[in-house]
């Protein structure tokens, strides 16, 4: 079914905050390893993301119709 915006809200928030963990613990083994990757790691999930997001609303308008 639909989902509302305040679970799509909250989802992202925990997903955030993972992210943010497994960052600060990436930080504390390996500062200069996670000083070059965490900023290209998180972009490129957030550009993942937004890919996602244009190919699901092609499939819903276009192919599950």
């Known amino acids: ?37 965490t900023v290209p790691i998180a972009s490129g999930i957030i550009a993942g993301e937004s890919i996602m997001g244009v190919i699901v609303a092609a499939l819903n308008n276009f192919v599950l119709t």
């Open 1 to 37: 079914g639909p989902v509302s915006a305040r679970s799509e809200h909250s989802r992202r928030d925990r997903s955030e905050q993972a992210l943010s963990l497994i960052a600060e613990i990436g930080k504390r083994l390996n500062a200069e390893r996670a000083e070059r990757y």
